[in-house]
């Protein structure tokens, strides 16, 4: 019997589907009675404490994860305790004192109203600033619809009120041009010192005033098949030379000005490369001749001062030549500098009118580059590639800029910061390559004519008023001295 006593111990310490009576407490069955006596002591202390065993069932959370993380105390959060009394105070501070107080009754309403509030409060209204600042605030501006009271004003600094320069990216004025020779080796459009317009038409020139808008037929060449090949003021605005197609050059006489001095000596360039010399005094005019170079002169340009002459031709040159002086032998000038660096025909020549000794050139479409020149040393300062045929330059005083025309392929006008070479602007309009480009007397506008036979106006250099005012200021000073140094 007692054999079979003992299988049926070990049989029933095999079975798993009932529980274990005689093996030890879990850990966590332990934990649990260890809380509970030790809650049960704290009520009832003396007491034994009864532990049910029907506490085996698995437990709905995870032991040990039943007490939650203590947060931390003293957190960053800070919530200021304010009284009533002050936010009331803070209320009439913003809606009441802005308000404008009569003169007559300010010094006794200012003292009624401390001794009300020192009653009342218990400190003067006057000390509860919520912020504070070294001048006294300015009121609101009239019409201003928030009547908070103005704690802080500031106006705007020198560098916010600094205006930025509009360039409209429009012309001001369009004129039509018709019967416009489209030829990259013309020179077809000046605007002279009296603010007229010169234009060739085919074998017509047209005067347009500027000022009234007038338009005149100055001169118109005898055979159709002949054309004008080039236009050029003098200084002084009086007369006009004109280059025709049957290598003759005409002075012309502009009839605003008759009483003007005129400028005897005339050059001009031929398509032989050679640079003629002419004194219209006598009736043996021609002087002598420039022979540097090889192929068509496309562009001349005297310097501000007088000095220089540079030429661009066909081959790739750029000559400046020296002034020569009355009763000299002219045959035996030599030039001065004689550029080869351009790989393309240079038509578009500019002297810098504030560095009398800088020259710009700009070449065609095998070369698309603008250089500037040092006439002092012979050396080039910088150089730059526009990606297109430049036609035309002519410097921007009012703003120190360099203004090129454009053919192929871009067909506009750019606005160069010079020396730097940044870009300013681009004028876009044109249809067709851009052969031209001229200034206006006053520096403001420029005109550009194109194959598509229009002249654009392009008013982008106008001065501040201020600035404009003090250019004009010095402009007559310094003719006013000028006029006493001819006395």
Same mark, same amino acid.
């Given at each position: 019997?007692?054999?079979?006593? /003992? ?34 002591? @704290? ?48 209320? /009439? ?28 409060? @218990? ?19 009239? @019409? ?92 002084? @605005? ?23 001095? /005129? ?225």
């Amino acid at each position: 019997m007692a054999q079979f006593g /003992f299988e049926n111990d070990i049989q029933s310490i095999l079975k798993l589907d009932m529980p274990i009576l005689n093996a030890p407490m879990a850990r966590w069955q332990r934990k649990a009675s260890s809380s509970n006596t030790s809650s049960l002591n @704290g009520l009832s202390p003396g007491k034994p404490t009864n532990v049910s065993l029907s506490s085996s069932k698995t437990p709905s959370k995870t032991p040990g994860k039943s007490k939650k993380t203590p947060s931390k105390i003293g957190g960053d959060r800070f919530i200021p305790t304010r009284n009533s009394k002050q936010m009331d105070v803070a209320n /009439f501070l913003l809606t009441k004192e802005n308000e404008p107080l009569d003169a007559n009754t300010a010094g006794s309403t200012l003292e009624s109203q401390k001794a009300w509030s020192v009653s009342l409060n @218990g400190y003067n209204i006057e000390d509860a600033k919520i912020l504070h600042f070294g001048g006294k605030p300015l009121n609101a501006p009239e @019409g201003y619809q928030n009547n908070l009271k103005v704690l802080y004003s500031q106006g705007s600094t020198p560098a916010s009120t600094k205006k930025t320069r509009y360039i409209s990216s429009t012309p001001d004025r369009i004129l039509d041009a018709p019967d416009l020779r489209n030829d990259f080796y013309l020179n077809l459009l000046d605007w002279g010192s009296h603010n007229i317009l010169a234009v060739a038409l085919h074998n017509s020139v047209y005067l347009w005033d500027a000022t009234k808008g007038d338009i005149i037929l100055l001169m118109r060449m005898e055979r159709e098949e002949d054309y004008i090949c080039s236009l050029s003021w003098t200084k002084d @605005g009086s007369y006009l030379a004109v280059g025709t197609s049957d290598c003759k050059v005409q002075v012309c006489l502009s009839d605003v000005n008759l009483h003007q001095i /005129f400028v005897h000596i005339v050059f001009h360039g031929s398509r032989s490369g050679h640079i003629h010399h002419h004194d219209v005094r006598v009736a043996d005019h021609h002087i002598f001749t420039l022979t540097t170079h090889t192929q068509e002169v496309c562009g001349l340009q005297w310097s501000p001062d007088g000095r220089y002459l540079a030429s661009g031709g066909n081959d790739n040159l750029v000559c400046v030549w020296p002034r020569v002086h009355e009763g000299s032998a002219g045959n035996d000038t030599q030039f001065v500098n004689c550029w080869s660096e351009h790989q393309g025909a240079v038509k578009a020549l500019a002297w810098c009118p504030w560095q009398s000794n800088i020259l710009a050139s700009g070449g065609g479409t095998s070369d698309r580059h603008i250089r500037i020149w040092n006439v002092n040393s012979g050396s080039c300062i910088s150089s730059l590639d526009t990606q297109s045929q430049v036609s035309s330059l002519v410097f921007a005083p009012n703003y120190k800029e360099l203004v090129s025309a454009h053919g192929y392929a871009h067909n506009n006008v750019v606005i160069w910061k010079y020396p730097s070479f940044s870009k300013v602007a681009e004028l876009n309009g044109h249809e067709d390559r851009v052969l031209s480009v001229i200034l206006s007397p006053d520096g403001s506008t420029i005109a550009s004519v194109a194959g598509d036979e229009t002249i654009r106006l392009w008013k982008s250099f106008e001065l501040d008023p201020v600035k404009k005012k003090a250019k004009d200021k010095l402009t007559k000073s310094t003719s006013s001295g000028m006029h006493q140094s001819i006395r």
